[in-house]
């Protein structure tokens, strides 16, 4: 009975002493450096990572954008970030990471170089939004933005604004990313976030004012600390990992309302109402039903959209009779037709320019495998180049 | 084993729910998905279906005799192949347990860990374990009985948070050439093969009413949660699901409600980390209980218990970091010894059982 007790008392004692000499290993929460963007430039002889980081400290005071930034340079990306540790002897924690940019640079190349160590490692999570910089990634996660103290979450807040929404933005995740250049149809798209000045100079903690212009390449100090605000409406297109051209915000706009619904969504057209005045109009999609098929017939594809908007007008930059305000938005034959062909013309558009740069956008091929799969070995070669589209597009009143 | 009765057949039921999915959730989702892609599920549904197989010739041999495994077996093999046949069990549940536990310790690692931690951060595993081994099968059914609620609480979470962020039509398509299904079910045996453990836990049966309806439904129920958990995460991950290894703390953490809460499916996976630390324990505890008979030690017996808990931490702390070279070690030189021991042996055991019955009784009549 004594030999037992004394058994416990030193198995006891040797859990009491891990724990109150080294927290079982625990990292304590101080030495760590909680990044929470990262952006990838390609330099000459490697990479160049950017961290912002939040340093976990007690204090009052908030952090700029550009004084929570660290580089490090290395051959391959998971040198760079290891270096990151060892310049500052933290321990560089990425499982906060939601936020990863790629600098312009890194697009000369295969993006799956770069992309594939986020799917690789374990430290860092694939649910992190992946997106592109117009410039370098540097640049922009050194930018200062008036909504938020830190540039990467007043990005973030872009890309997460209306998640399940169709939107201009087309938000994708490494997860997301990766699924695609790995599946059949060996595409994919990722938003390109642009910086847009401000009139606002300094104070961060205004709101976002007047828009100006589009940034040009950066370069004296005072460009530098003009505050920016950021457009994420332009998508890039992949093919097997190279980025292959552009998609602009109507084309996202319709082609994501295929893969989520659509709430609130806006799109501008020229109208003509009863009383004859004319301009141009800001139409609501209050409502999106949407399918799309891979169908065979006589012996070829073609890949059939449906898509079914519950539209109003919004706002039209001429006055109008309040018989025409009176009736919620309401939109007349002439202009529903007009709706119709528009974004019809814009889906058709986006087909045709991603077929022809043989990104897979709406990933035919990918259904050609799994609705088709007895076709597959006959017609996956070629298939996108051969491949029709049929969109039909319904536009009807909401009201 | 012995004659003291500890297990009501609810008590084996709910160890049949958990016990025998929970082992399935970490490494094999990834590994079968990379084996059959997104015939994953159907290789899985052909082990599910032979370890029913197993399961149900097991519950014939158990219900059909009132003496334990041991004697039984000693009755038709007689004694020294029955000592031997027992001595190759606890080897083989002290293999069984060693991938199990390994995923358990990566898991742990990850989800906690930001660098390497030392074996030390999972030695309160191996006092737990020590501790269920000696007390034996007592402690350990009614310990299941609160597991299988938190077994339930787990799987809430998880699947709760997982299941809308698949995308199912990449199950598609169905018609699979059958050598994918072939290589996936080859692939996944070390994760299968359990049914064995009802054999030995049969001596603790308290009763036998309505044991193979309710072990068959108990069965059903455990392997439509891992078929269930292998579709929603292959909807998740799709051509990357063979690099997503431990798949209850990857899964769930798409869910949009993740972003203003933080990682609660965390807490989901502590909850299946707990279960799963059971279910390797009955391993040992098993391994325990046939050492003590072959043996004669006494059921309380202290050494046999650290004994074998301390094998099995020597060989996590040699291996510790080298968890996809031992799956591919223990697939190469111990997957046909797994058939023998958790297939060949079981069938072979039960036959003999029936053919010894059928025999006896003819004896009787003769006379």
Redesign the interface.
Known sequence: MFR?AKFYLI?FA??LV?FLT?D????DVEK?ALIVAIGIDKVEDGYEVTAQIAVPEATNQSTKSNESVIYAKGDTLYDAVSEIGNRTGW?P?LSFCNLIILGNSVFEENVMGVVDFF??S??V???SILCASEKSAKELLMSISPLDNISSFALSKIF?RD??NASAILTT?V?DF??LY??KSKSGLMPQVKMIKTEDKGDNTSSASSLTSNSGAGGNEAEKNTPVVYDAETSLLFYNGYKVGELNGDECLFYSMFEKGANDAYFSLPVTDDDGNGGTALLSIKKANSSLKLVKEEGTFKLKGELKLRIKISDTDFPQSMKEIATIGRLNDKNLKKAENYVKEKLSDAFERSKNLNCDLFETTEML???H?GDFDDYKDGFLKNLTCDFSVTCQNYI | MTNTKRLSVRQLCFIIITLFSVSKFYVLPAFVSGLSKEAGWMATSVNFALDYLILFACLIAVKNTDKTLYESSTEIFGKPLTNLTFILYAVYFIIKAFVPLLEQKNTISLTFYDSQPTLLIFMPFFIVAFYIAKKGVNAFSRSVEILLWVFALALLIIFALSIPAGKYQALLPFSQPPSRVFKGFYGNLIWFGDPVIVLFLGDYLTEKKKLIKKCTISFIISAVITISLIVVFYAIFDSIAERQYYAPIKMSKYSITLSNIGRLDYLGSILFSLISIYSITLYLLLATEIVNKVFKFYNNNFFVPLAITTIEALLIFFFQNEIFTSIAFVQKYFQPFFIVMAYLLPLVFTIATVIWKNKRRQNVQAC
Not at chain 1, 24 to 27: E, G, M, N
């Open positions: 037992r198995i040797i859990v891990n080294l079982f290993l625990l990292i760590t321990y924690k799917v690789r374990y430290k999570e694939d649910s997460v998640h399940n995740t997860r990766s699924i790995y599946s495998y799994r609705y799969n």
